[in-house]
């Protein structure tokens, strides 16, 4: 299983990015997939999650309503749009993916990417 995302890079306040992450090794349409982040200092935190079928969408309040979880099962790929970015949103960010027969929830992830880089300027 491997799971590699790319998109990130420095941005100004208020700008915006779309991270990816591209799945291989797994059937892809069956897990479901989130994002978390880790701040220098700080543990990692959960982002956001959708389900398998993409009809669910979970996100922490630090992030509602500025960022888009969404899934292309044909391309093997999730993505994560950020707008309105903030000075706090910078971290290293980490698409991970469970089987659809775990609970939907924030934890209980078994496969996990590399991670890409945010940073977000004043």
């Known amino acids: 299983v491997q799971l590699v995302e790319s998109g990130g890079g420095l941005v100004q306040a208020g700008g915006s990015l779309k991270l990816s992450c591209a799945a291989s090794g797994l059937a892809f349409s069956t897990y479901s997939m989130g994002w978390f982040r880790q701040a220098p200092g700080k543990e990692r935190e959960f982002v956001a999650s959708?389900?398998?079928?993409?009809?669910?969408?979970y996100y922490s309040d630090s992030v509602k309503g500025r960022f888009t979880i969404s899934r292309d099962n044909a391309k093997n790929t999730a993505y994560l749009q950020m707008n309105s970015l903030k000075p706090e949103d910078t971290a290293l960010y980490y698409c991970a993916g469970k089987s659809r027969i775990l609970p939907f929830t924030s934890t209980g992830y078994a496969h996990w990417g590399q991670g890409t880089q945010v940073t977000v300027s004043s």
């Open positions: 959708i389900s398998w079928s993409g009809d669910s969408t």
